[in-house]
């Protein structure tokens, strides 16, 4: 156990302080009899002590500008508990802001007050929005397992969401309400989203900590702005710090399955305008909570379990909702758009009438989107594709301003009369299924497109059947590491990036990780342009140097940078050919040997890969036998997804009927 004097650090948070990689703090603690001696943990998981391992960094000249930082973290989190290190990081922002403010908070130990002093001091010298904003990012990341946020993507898309839904044009600002805020990620997502004058932001958190946190980072975007803010720590269902107040735009992403939300005192509450929330459904007593704040013609956007949507017990006030006009829209999202990640969370989008409560007319539609399609394919762990599933949405949305314009594939305009009947279910995916079924001449384009592929096909397997391979006979190779010492090539290794930005930032490179080539290959973070990065440019060889994503091949288009186990290779274009280079590299006998074959996670060592030594004029010969090979490959792949969707197409128009004959 940690004293106020011995804070423990494990290998990663020394890499962290330092600005390396944690192999590099390995090879250290290896090379050098002088690194500090552990002090708890176990072998594989050590710990040291901060203060030994800043005196050590410091003697050796390993401490980085970002120490600074990195150095304080480790205090705040020996504080043990996760409330007062929260009230800690949100008093240091405070304290930021103004070096004369005194410590309001009675329930901070000596220990977190003297920490809230050097934090404020470091934050005032090295920026205090940067500082405050690296030691929330941290604490959430200490704590994800006991907290529930609203991914930044996510909390965009529902201030855009709501800004295009709202009827009135805001003159004389624009009021935010969140009455669930945690740390103020939706409200936040707001001020990026509005950026005109007069922005009012209400936020309410049951949790003591959250609620400092939030208050602290809404003040932050307050002093640049004209922005009013208010952060209340009370239970908005049972003591509403807000009672009376209309807001333009309301966003929430509420608790949810909370059985103790209140129903018992609250059963006479005047909110319950479709009627009392039973039990079972705090949900809905959250909405209804949203709605009681609107103005004429406010919109709210809430993010619900999917289970909501059909449950028996909330139909009845499904229902009422549904038929005075309020329920606007519903959106499923696709798995991990927000926790629980293995989830397909739903949008609510509601809008209060212009003149308060006006029976919706029986010809009224419901827009329901189902968007879960835009998860991102091969994921092991699920992610949305943000940019296609914003903009599907909001195209979506557009059409409820303006019923004209045409619907996207996978939204649909559902009559009320169809979905008042006995389940009042508004699941969309119920409804658009049978709106995405091929019509038959959809089904004829198909087979159309998959008999090209298999011509495709067909001719590269003729080429490559055809290819004459002379019996087997030594060969003379050289590995990566013989030809980087002969100048043929430069290696460069990706690695741990310090700092990821959004694109709201501006300027950007993006990042490719192994988990994007997991994913689907294509970046899925974004870096800062002047980030001291590993850069693959157009005309490099990257490989993966881990046995489950193991690859090779030739980077095409903009710079992109990598992060750890890929690495970029830079070829002399006078001797080495680098389509022939991936070719050999990407081998799988050429993986497998150079691997340490311990698991799928195992790593390859780059500099062990074989290379054929060829004189350059043969090497394009087999530089374009590489590419028809890689060519070859993706028409298998699309050729099989071809395939599978066809027969998952004719099946859906069988069962439906229609055959003739």
């Known amino acids: 156990m940690s004293t106020p004097d011995v804070v423990p650090v494990s290998l990663a948070e020394i890499a962290r302080i330092a600005g390396v990689g944690r ?38 000249g390993k401490l980085k500008d970002i120490g600074g930082r990195e150095l304080l973290w480790p205090r705040f989190e020996a504080l043990g508990s996760r409330n007062e290190s929260g009230l800690a990081v949100a008093e240091a922002a405070r304290r930021m802001r103004s070096s004369t403010a005194e410590i309001t908070r009675p ?20 920026g205090p929005r940067e500082t405050f904003e690296f030691l929330l990012q941290r604490w959430l990341e200490t704590h994800v397992r006991q907290l529930s946020t609203t991914p930044p993507q996510l909390a965009a898309l529902m201030a855009r969401i709501a800004l295009a839904v709202r009827r009135g044009t805001g003159e004389g600002g624009l009021t935010v309400l969140d009455p669930a805020c945690g740390t103020g990620h939706l409200a936040a997502a707001a001020t990026q989203e509005y950026d005109r004058p007069g922005l009012e932001l209400l936020a309410c958190e049951l949790d003591a900590a959250l609620a400092a946190l939030a208050s602290a980072r809404l003040e932050f975007i307050a002093e640049d702005r004209d922005i009013r803010t208010r952060v209340a720590t009370a239970d908005a269902l049972r003591e509403d710090p807000f009672a009376g107040t209309k807001a333009d735009i309301v966003l929430c992403n509420p608790p949810f399955n909370e059985r103790d ?88 989008i509601l809008q209060a009438a212009a003149d308060g409560f006006a029976a919706a007319p029986a010809s ?3 827009l329901l989107v189902d968007a879960t399609r835009f998860a991102r394919p091969g994921s092991r762990e ?41 389940e009042v279910d508004v699941t969309p995916g119920r409804y658009t299924a049978a709106m ?15 008999g090209a592929l298999l011509t495709d096909l067909a001719d590269h397997a003729q080429h490559l059947s055809g290819l004459d391979f002379e019996a087997a ?24 990036p310090l700092e990821t930005v959004t694109p709201a930032r501006g300027a950007a490179m993006p990042l490719l990780t192994i988990a994007d080539l997991l994913h689907d290959g294509s970046p899925g973070g974004l870096l800062p342009t002047d980030s001291a990065h590993a850069i693959a440019e157009e005309g490099d060889v990257v490989v993966a140097g881990v046995i489950r994503a193991f690859k090779a091949w030739v980077h095409e288009g903009p710079p992109v940078a990598l992060g750890p186990q890929l690495y970029a290779l830079r070829v002399d274009p006078e001797k080495l050919d680098a389509h ?21 996670s195992s790593r390859v060592d780059i500099r062990r890969l074989q290379v054929l030594q060829l004189p350059l004029e043969r090497q394009t010969v087999y530089a374009e036998t590489f590419r028809r090979l890689k060519s070859f490959e993706a028409l298998v792949i699309k050729a099989e997804s071809a395939g599978s969707g066809l027969v998952g197409d004719m099946s859906d128009r069988l069962a439906a009927g229609g055959l003739a004959g």
Request: charged fraction near 20%.
């Open 23 to 60: 192999a590099a703090v390995s090879n250290w603690r290896r090379r050098h009899d002088s690194f500090p001696t552990r002090i708890g943990g176990t072998d594989v998981s050590p710990q040291f002590s901060l203060a030994e391992v800043e005196q050590w960094l410091r003697d050796n």
């Open 107 to 126: 329930e901070l130990s000596a220990q977190a007050r003297e920490l809230v002093a050097e934090a404020a001091k470091l934050g005032r010298a090295g």
């Open 261 to 348: 939300w209140g129903y018992e005192e609250l059963a006479t509450d005047q909110r319950w305008t479709h009627g009392l929330p039973p039990r079972t459904e705090p949900e809905l007593a959250w909405v209804q909570h949203l709605l009681s704040h609107l103005k004429p013609g406010g919109a709210a956007v809430v993010v619900l379990p999917p289970a909501v949507a059909s449950r028996k017990a909330g139909r009845r006030i499904r229902g009422s909702l549904l038929r005075t006009g309020v329920l606007r829209a519903v959106v499923s999202l696709p798995p991990g758009s927000a926790q629980p990640h293995s989830v397909s969370l739903q949008l609510w």
């Open 364 to 366: 009224q539609d419901a």
């Open 382 to 422: 699920p992610s949305p594709d943000w940019d296609a599933l914003g903009s599907f949405v909001l195209t979506a949305m557009a059409t409820l301003n303006h019923p004209t314009q045409d619907l996207p594939e996978g939204a649909v305009c559902v009559p009320l009369l169809d979905l008042l009947d006995d």
């Open 436 to 450: 995405t079924e091929p019509s038959p001449k959809e089904l004829v384009a198909k087979w159309g497109e998959f």
């Open 473 to 496: 006979a030594p060969q003379t190779t050289a590995t990566v590491g013989d030809l980087v010492k002969a100048g043929a090539l430069t290696l460069r290794a990706g690695q741990q």
């Open 580 to 600: 022939f280079l991936a070719g050999c590299l990407r081998a799988p006998a050429n993986g497998r040997q150079a691997g340490t074959h311990a698991s799928s």
